[in-house]
């Protein structure tokens, strides 16, 4: 995902956890300190972009339309279940008795697990889980799935972890990743939570990749760098690798087994082969967010494909992009082949996610049909990160391809262009020519969005109900489960490659002939958009651009490489 070596990254994924509040959590009372208890805000406790913290729903002009906003409608009408997305740690319990990994304070766990351990159900289906830790007073007996408990205990919390976070938040890279704060502060099993120097006394240890790929850490330079992690402190301890680099790519490390073994649990995007699953993607709240942008009109789009990149690295993604803007408009306005000004305002910042930036970046991209969303490391097992989530979001149709288990993830197969089902860019260019020109077409494109959310495919409303829960859910399940529900890293297969051998518009990515490898692609300026292009006015909206014919030309500017 990195784009070079400063540390800018021309997208970092889907921003996993734009998720700033707790789905799950929203199965509390309103108190506010049980809110807090359970790393939930006061205002974001509504879970429901479009709430206001007086809890009415917004009422802004041409902006915010509830009865158009089929999924604000699902939240509005079930705001604390949210019964239209499906349980994600079923039989989760913070106040169980039956916890695999315990605080040191507490009775520790007997050995390994059983075959009987190995194939129990903790299904408890449609339910989420259970309150996180929170004291229960004589108002307030009702945990989250509904059922009474006893609290004879119940001013005692259980399966309270100190945390410590191993060089810190500031080591951690929290671009596009809005909602991963929340693992830094106390709430649902996270008693305390620590920085530097806190291996001593922590039950828990979680590690970050960017410091380790970019800041560094734990590496001994008498064995070439490689990386060794500090001796736990005790037996009982439990280490958690948090990743989001492409395994095949930057996050290289995670195809070592002598790397990935030092840790018992690993965080990643690729459902299949970690533990706790941490993906990009939307949540409910960026979703209902961004509804006012994904309604913009087609007739309001320039019809062209949008591009920002903050800087250029020699790889297929660069070489395929040239290629279609040889054939269909494209405007380029970050750093990398830039053949068209930046949007009002100015480039964003990297990692600038909160509220007003994502809305000013939102904005800004809606006002073009496409947007092109390829990922820098190619075709990686369940790597999908922001640059297609955010376009979806917002209505801009994004050209994109990826593995199999990543297209489990859409709302609907038609809501993208996918590069493998063409096989030249001319074909393409026809493809991207009908959706901007023909209402069916682009209607198409965004129907999902208009669905009842509860038909929307079950990859797609569990990675919404993953992405919108506080991630401190995901390691506290994974502590109380333990091996019982979730294999350790060194049980786990090794990463998977990205794979190169993917055709994309009549040729792979990489090998003799592949993208990037033809002599005399890897260089060279991008088209300008007005060779395709017809230009009335310089605004970006549709009122001033219209495609020109195929074979025509474009009349709004000069023609040749811009």
Known sequence: MRESNNHSRSGRGVWTAVATVAVSALALTGRAASRRAAGVSDQSSSLGAGRSRRGGWRERRDAWRPEEDRLAAAMRADPVYHRYLPTIYPGFDVNSDDWWHKPRGEVPSLGAASADDERRDFDLPGLPPRRAGVPSTNDDRRPAHGRRHDNTNKNKKKNQFKVCLDNGAGSWDVAFAKGIENLFHPGVCFDTV???NCHANADVVIFNEHDFIWGGAHRNAARGGRIELPEKAHPSQVYLY?????????????RDKSFTSQFDYLSYVDKRR??????????LRSLTDDFEWFRKRREARVPAVAWLASDCVAQPRVSILRSIADAFPVFSMGECLRNAPPPAGGLPRRGAVDPASHASFQRAMSDYMFYYAVENAGACAGYATEKVWMALSRGSVPLYFGTDDVYELLPDRDAIVDLREYDSVESLARKLHAIATDEREWAKAHAWRYRDPSTWPREFRTLLRTTSTDVKYGVCDVLMKGPRGYHKSRERPRQARCDDGVKVLG?????????????????????????HLHRRCGAATGACWSLSRPGEGGKGGKGGRG
Do not use: C, K, Y
Not at 274 to 283: C, K, T
Not at 511 to 520: A, M, Q, Y
């Open 194 to 196: 620590e920085q530097n």
């Open 274 to 283: 970690s533990a706790m699953w941490w993906p990009f993607g939307p949540s």
């Open 242 to 254: 948090f990743a989001h680099e492409a395994a095949g790519g930057f996050g290289a490390e995670l």
């Open 507 to 531: 040729r792979t990515l990489g090998g003799i002939g592949g993208w990037g490898e033809v002599r005399g692609e890897s260089g060279g300026a991008l088209r300008a958009p007005t060779e």
